[in-house]
């Protein structure tokens, strides 16, 4: 290791470490402006400059490697003098009149801060040779905009959408004076492909390119430089879990921005649309500041008694089910926006009153329920779960738990209802996201959590194969990374019915059939094994049960499969051999594998593939379910999942019982050694369930077959729903408790690679608005179970006492990156990779599971013939609770569509934006259409964001045999064009 003095300190420094990195390291400030974390050194703009070696000699401490012995000043009066003239250069052309007359005490950004930092005195502009660049591009945008007057040229922005995001929407163009940063070829910035996730406003020193919503708060009042205070947190939205930083003033989120930490974060600086701009909707006029409680409940003698309508109008309202919404005509959907039309700032502000307007909760929501204490609506949420309880048993009572609640608020949400109630009817979302991943990893592994890291994936695979995942759009910095992974060298293989962004840039696509996986894997292992390619070493030693998958694959020849997936056969033969080869190879799937009735199937074909080539267990072979939600991982640790406690211990253990019970001050025969009903079987005819509590969750939305659940939800005899605002389930609750989001508690998330992150209350919540952990312990005393924390952390010291892969977790080690479990002890690192030596199963081996391809539950036919898939969209979440109320990710898809092929387009007679009506064999709706050809010919794609156009009307109830998972990747529909209304 060389070492190097810097300003008299003597530092050791890792081979081929730059100055900048060494004194960054140790603390020391050296200026930099084209210089970034995480971006290629341009070495251009020598702010960097450093004396070396006492001589006066100046070097760019940026593009400068330590040689032994080197001394270094950074502060030399040769440096300053350099600095001094490279900011006047600078500010040749940039507005700074506002930093003469005593102006120095208030610079606005990076670079305004070197100039009085060095002492630099503008020309005033008038006195200028050069005028300004041209000013603001791009006016009416809602999220960023650019003010190109204050661009240096530093060319951060350019390398960053190009190296980091690995998207290429800006350059530089012309020479010389003329040189300015253009947004594509024309300007347009959807044409040249920008997804929008503001990495070139993290980087700009001057604010040339910035984000609009807080400048407008801030308008007419000076914004200095950070003066905000900064609270550390993290995404709510998917399972990337980046880490970023709430700027809040007054008690409102102002901005949010991401650390540039270069160590272990998972997002290391960057973020996606929603992360860095998705945060408005914790400050929507939705929000529910007080509990609500369904008008007809009055209390009478100290009990309250319902004397509201019995039967189905109970719970009827004054609005439209989501079935009657589906069938009504819409307007067509305004064309999507693009730079040309975002300059025309009417239509614009007509778009975004369209936006508050459709998708605020209805007012007609609200009639009703009257505002309640909380004391009244616990002691009434409280009463009505006991009583039913008491009359109809531990069957009776289920909870739906929530992926976007912290740990804390999912330990003790499930800790009230397996101790007090003796049920195991606990679940949430990941039954129709992961839980056939879980299932089939269950079985061949004893595990349900991704083996590897990131990291790993972005910097040491080979290969990469990813199938059924639309990573850039449902993971994008995750997608990003796999993105960097391929420029630097990694071979791609995308096995997609969709020709998705990472299928285009794939070295092999494989365009399978939907629902055809099975076939697909199996005969790659086929291949595999007839060229020996497989590693007997690790099946001999690692594996069990290999020769029944050996059988089971025979028959899948590369011919067979491509008859059954569509895909060549000479393809499905070189994806087999690069992903045998590798030498290391990672596996990424997502929902488009496990949202099938063979799902389960389907998994565990991948995971034969997986074991029979060795790949996982070592630092570049990664096995990666990706997770959708922020804390879909972490609820399934804390035991939201009918089966198992915390920690995966299971609730048909006698001695896991015993030991929660002993820690939850209750008898174990009074919890439950049955298994609970799973979310999509508790709606199901003959449910028991007669009183359901709901945290976060939006099933009427999400669940299959929506028709038949809401009319479901509508029977029940008690329902209490805990969220941030109305949702479409929460209208028809009996008890709304208003629950805080993300930004207004503290607690931990658990991220796709295993990583335990903590996030800080930055702001209140409004109103009366609590934060979810604390509901649930006043709740749980109010039932009847003594629970005491005080704080989330204390809830945190319970957890590392029951699950032993979190024992060494506290909060103060989380600060910063976190902790990837297992971290058994206090002084454990944390485990980036598992089964390096072992899987966790008693013999420490895995099991192969052959498994045959089966049709998928829904074919098409002459009456329904499109294949519709659902899934996500980039600019929106889920059932769009968060994202539809943050107006710029709205303003990007303010409506519901569906992708066709141009060609099936032109056959129906529509074009782009026009309605069609989409018919299943239980449902129809009407939508917009969107012309894509990321679909193939017969196929659609609709996302289920959108309740007016929702998709799960059409989906089918058929539920997968091992998880219960719903089929909704599949499902046959037709397609005829539908009416604008009159008045468009
Ligand atoms: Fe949030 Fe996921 Fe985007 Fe990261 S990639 S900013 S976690 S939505």
């Known amino acids: 290791m060389p070492s190097l003095t810097i300003n008299g300190r003597v530092l050791e420094v890792a081979q081929g470490a730059t100055i900048l990195e060494a004194a960054r390291s140790a603390g020391i400030e050296i200026p930099t402006l084209c210089w970034y974390p995480k971006l290629p050194v341009a070495g251009n703009c020598r702010i960097c400059v450093v004396s070396v070696d006492g001589q006066g000699k100046l070097v760019p401490a940026c593009a400068t490697k330590v040689t032994e012995g080197m001394q270094v000043a950074t502060e030399s009066e040769a440096a300053v003098q350099a600095r001094r003239g490279v900011l006047q250069f600078l500010l040749a052309r940039y507005p700074a009149d506002h930093l003469l007359d005593g102006g120095n005490a208030k610079p606005q950004n990076v670079f305004e801060a070197y100039v009085v930092r ?38 951060r922005c350019v390398r960053a959408c190009e190296d980091i ?29 920008c997804t929008w996730c503001g990495e070139c406003v993290r980087v700009c020193p001057t604010d040339a390119i910035y984000e609009v919503l807080p400048r407008q708060r801030l308008a007419g009042r000076e914004a200095a430089v950070a003066a905000d205070p900064v609270v550390q947190s993290v995404c709510p939205y998917c399972g990337v879990g980046c880490r970023i930083e709430l700027h809040v003033e007054n008690n409102w989120i102002l901005k949010v921005d991401s650390p540039s930490i270069e160590g272990e974060t998972p997002n290391q600086g960057s ?30 003698q100290g009990r309250w008694v319902w004397e509201g309508p019995s039967g189905p109008e109970r719970r009827s309202g004054p609005w439209q089910t989501i079935e009657g919404e589906g069938q009504q005509p819409k307007p067509k959907a305004p064309p999507r926006a693009t730079g040309k039309r975002l300059k025309d700032l009417p239509l614009l502000e007509r778009l975004a009153a369209d936006i508050r307007d459709r998708a605020a909760t209805p007012p007609q929501w609200y009639e009703p329920f009257r505002e309640a204490t909380w004391e009244e609506a616990l002691e009434l949420v409280a009463q009505e779960l006991n009583r039913l309880h008491q009359e109809h048993g531990s069957d009776a009572v289920a909870v739906f738990q929530s992926a976007k609640c912290s740990n804390e608020e999912n330990y003790l949400l499930q800790r009230l209802f397996r101790a007090w109630f003796g049920t195991n009817n606990v679940d949430h979302c990941t039954r129709l996201c992961h839980s056939t991943s879980v299932s089939a990893m269950q079985a061949a592994l004893n595990t349900a959590a991704a083996s590897g890291s990131m990291r790993e994936v972005e910097e040491a695979s080979d290969v990469i194969f990813i199938a059924g995942a639309n990573t850039t759009e449902t993971h994008p910095v995750f997608g990003a990374a796999i993105k960097r992974a391929q420029r630097r060298g990694a071979f791609l293989i995308v096995a997609d019915p969709r020709r998705i962004e990472l299928a285009r ?4 696509h494989l365009q399978m059939q939907p629902g055809t996986d099975v076939a697909l894997f199996n005969a790659m292992l086929n291949h595999i094994l007839a060229s020996g390619l497989e590693d007997r070493d690790f099946i001999a030693r690692r594996t069990k049960n290999f020769e029944a998958v050996r059988r089971a694959v025979a028959p899948y020849t590369p011919e067979r499969a491509q008859a059954i997936t569509g895909v060549p056969a000479g393809l499905i033969r070189q994806a087999a051999e690069r992903y045998a080869r590798g030498p290391n190879t990672s596996t990424i799937w997502a929902m488009g594998l496990t949202q099938h009735l063979t799902g389960h199937d389907m998994v565990t074909a991948l995971l034969n593939l997986i074991l029979a080539t060795g790949m996982i267990g070592r630092w570049g072979a990664a096995m990666m ?45 009074r919890m439950s050694l049955k298994p609970g009903l799973k979310v999509t079987e508790m709606s199901r005819p003959g449910s028991p369930i007669r009183a359901l509590y709901i945290m976060g969750e939006n099933p009427i939305i999400s669940d299959p077959d929506i028709a038949h659940a809401e009319a479901w939800f509508q029977s029940i005899d ?29 607690g931990t998330y658990v991220n796709t690679e295993r990583r335990i992150q903590l996030a800080h209350q930055a702001i ?6 609590k934060a979810d952990w604390q509901i649930i312990v006043e709740l749980s005393n109010r039932i009847g179970l003594p629970t005491t924390f005080r704080s989330p952390e204390e809830v945190m010291e319970e957890i590392r006492r029951v699950a032993p892969s979190w024992a060494g977790v506290t909060y103060a080690r989380l600060e910063g990156a976190g902790l990837q479990y297992p971290v058994p002890s206090e002084n454990h690192p944390g485990t980036p990779f598992l089964f390096a030596d072992r899987f966790p199963t008693e013999d420490g081996r895995a099991t192969f599971h052959p498994v045959e391809y089966t049709d998928p539950a829904e074919l098409p036919d002459e009456e329904y013939p499109f294949v519709m898939s659902t899934g996500r969209q980039l600019y929106h979440w889920h059932t769009g609770t968060m994202t539809r109320r943050s107006t710029g990710l709205d303003a990007r898809e303010p409506t519901a569509i569906v992708e066709m092929h141009p060609d099936d387009a032109a056959e129906l007679g529509v074009s782009d934006g026009d309605l069609v009506r989409l018919t299943s064999r239980r449902n129809s709706v009407i939508t917009s259409v969107r012309l894509s050809d990321r679909v193939a010919r017969r196929q659609v794609f609709v996302p289920f964001h959108f309740r007016e156009a929702a998709a799960n009307l059409l989906t089918s109830p058929v539920l997968e045999p091992h998880a219960k998972m719903a089929a909704l990747k599949v499902c046959a529909v037709r397609i005829e064009p539908a009416q604008v209304p009159a008045a468009v």
């Open 718 to 746: 008690f329902l209490a729903v805990q969220d941030l605002f109305l949702t479409e389930t929460a209208r028809y609750a009996d008890v709304v408790l208003p629950g805080a989001s993300f930004a207004e508690k503290t």
């Open 271 to 300: 973020t996606c649309v929603k992360g860095r701009f998705g945060y408005d909707f914790v400050q929507h006029r939705d929000r529910l500041t007080a509990p609500l409680i369904r008008k007809g409940w009055v209390k009478r």
């Open 764 to 769: 209140t919540p409004p109103g009366q608005a």
């Open 505 to 508: 840039r794939a070295d092999l």
């Open 165 to 193: 995001q690995v998207v290429g929407v800006l350059d530089v163009a012309y020479r010389g004076e003329h040189a300015q940063i253009v947004v594509g070829a024309d300007g347009d910035p959807d044409k040249a492909g």
């Open 118 to 155: 060095y002492g630099v005195r503008p020309v005033p502009a008038r006195q200028r040779l050069l005028g300004l660049r041209r000013g603001d591009e791009r006016p009416g945008d809602p999220m960023i905009s650019h003010d190109m007057s204050r661009c240096i040229l530093c060319t």
């Open 625 to 669: 379910p990706v997770r959708g939600q922020n804390n879909v991982q972490g609820a399934s640790d804390m035991g939201a999942i009918p089966f198992v406690y915390p920690d995966y211990q299971p609730v048909s253990d006698p001695a896991a019982r015993e030991k929660f019970a002993r820690v939850w001050g209750v008898e174990p025969e």
